[in-house]
């Protein structure tokens, strides 16, 4: 009788932990079932929505520049010898003609009145000269009337004669010593006055690269002593990436914030692109270059800007995520194009070119080939996209939209959509399923972004 007795012992706590483990299988099926009836028995709850709103939109190439001047004048010496006096400071507001430095001008002062005082002996002697042949023509016409009267002798006249023309010659020679005087003395003199550096424009002085005291030789090297620059237009020099240097032209829009500017726009056009690009750690950049007028000063040398080229513009125009996009569709009938068909390929199931995907991923890039050069509004050809419309009975149902200028964050809506309804953005992480309140939850109502 205590065998069996022992047997019913044993047995028992297998019994229990079935029971167990029966009980929390019904719990786990019983908690899966409320789930899916508090969902509304649907997937809405597993999407994030996007309300469509208006506003502006651009589509842009970023870059990142360097400002400097654009007119600016290395100011150097023309002459060599001691740098006595700098008149200026950087900073210094100058005017064309205004005295910046001065040299010592000893070596070359005594030039000067060297050849002042040759100058005057040689034309002292031309006063001689002059008063010689006078009185060989005098003597000549002597000799020739006497020998009309055949009182003088042939040899007395043809001496007469050649006095003369050796006075005219002597003459000549002291008039071309004269002129070779005067010219030295112009070029001494202008030696003098570049002892004297002058602002050659109206400008700021930015930069001394002499030091006074210093001894400047021009005969080794053309010595800069300071620069002067025009500080109210600025010349804004980017690198662009040979992926994007493509969608850009001279004329378009662009505008560039700086450092600590607090969101202040400046505004130009692209002035020019330079074909030589520069390699840079394997990557090929190319210069595109404009202007920013600075009449407050603000803008400095060598700050640093973030540039915006305007590919396309919008304002005022319905916009949605463009991780709402889903695929492209047929064109719209009218709008043809070879980037329009590439996008009913990728409909079909074949891959876009030049990488435009849809699916939340990257729009399609707006084609501006045949936009007027400079027009930075041009609206692109208009694509084919189909979105999740959030309908007014709590279902979703997909629609066809016309998009136009897009970019990496959002897609201008040119018809399909209306303001104020709801698309699907994207899909609700687990996380952020559990953070969402109960009641929410349980009305079906959609997550807010």
């Known amino acids: 009788m205590n065998a069996p007795e022992k047997t019913f012992v044993r047995r028992r706590p297998r019994r229990a932990l079935i029971v167990i483990g029966i009980s929390a299988l019904l719990a786990a ?12 028995g ?3 709850a597993n999407y994030q929505f996007a309300t469509v709103q208006r506003g502006d939109i651009e589509d842009v190439v970023t870059a990142t520049g360097t400002l400097q001047p654009r007119d600016y004048v290395d100011v150097g010496a023309q002459v060599s010898g001691q740098l006595q006096k700098i008149h200026v400071k950087v900073g210094s507001e100058v005017k064309a003609g205004d005295l910046l430095a001065e040299i010592d001008p000893t070596v070359y002062l005594s030039k000067v009145d060297a050849s002042r005082a040759q100058l005057r002996n040689q034309r002292a002697q031309l006063k001689e000269r002059e008063a010689q042949l006078t ?10 009337a006497l020998m009309a009267e055949d009182a003088t002798t042939v040899e007395s006249l043809q001496t007469s004669e050649a006095g003369l023309k050796s006075a005219e010659a002597s003459l000549e020679a002291l008039r071309a010593q004269i002129e070779q005087t005067e010219s030295s003395l112009r070029g001494d003199t202008a030696n003098l006055q570049y002892a004297r550096v002058l602002a050659p424009m109206d400008g700021t002085v930015v930069s001394i ?6 001894t400047l030789n021009t005969n080794q090297q053309a010595p800069t002593i300071l ?3 025009d500080l109210t237009t600025m010349t804004v020099q980017t690198q662009v990436s040979e992926a994007d240097i493509s969608r850009l032209r001279p004329g378009m829009q662009v505008y560039f914030t700086t450092l600590g500017s607090q969101n202040q726009r400046w505004y130009g056009k692209l002035d020019q692109i330079e074909p030589t690009p520069t390699t840079t750690n394997n990557v090929v950049l190319y210069n595109a270059l404009f202007d920013a007028p ?3 000063g603000r803008l400095m040398t060598n700050m640093t800007a973030q540039v915006f080229f305007i590919v396309a513009q919008a304002g005022d125009v319905l916009q949605i995520p463009v991780g709402a996009l889903q695929q492209s569709a047929r064109p719209p009938r009218g709008v043809g194009g070879e980037r329009a068909r590439s996008g009913e390929r990728a409909g079909n199931g074949e891959r876009p070119r030049g990488g435009e995907r849809m699916g939340g991923m990257r729009p399609p890039r707006p084609d501006t080939a045949g936009a007027p050069t400079g027009d930075a509004s041009a609206a692109p050809r208009p694509r084919r996209a189909t979105v999740k419309v959030l309908g007014a009975n709590g279902k979703l149902g997909e629609r066809a939209v016309e998009i136009g200028v897009s970019n990496r964050v959002h897609a201008q809506v040119i018809s399909g959509l209306e303001e104020g309804e709801k698309v699907v953005s994207g899909l609700v992480s687990q996380a952020q399923q559990i953070a969402q309140p109960a009641n929410m939850r349980r009305s079906g109502m959609p997550p807010r972004l």
Request: aromatic share 6%; proline share 3%.
């Open 135 to 144: 009185l060989a023509q005098i003597q000549y016409r002597r000799q020739k």
């Open 29 to 40: 099926c019983g908690w899966l079932a409320g789930t899916r009836l508090s969902n509304g």
């Open 294 to 296: 600075n009449p407050d």
């Open 42 to 44: 649907d997937a809405i």
């Open 227 to 229: 620069r002067v620059a």
């Open 209 to 214: 690269s002499a030091r006074q005291g210093q």
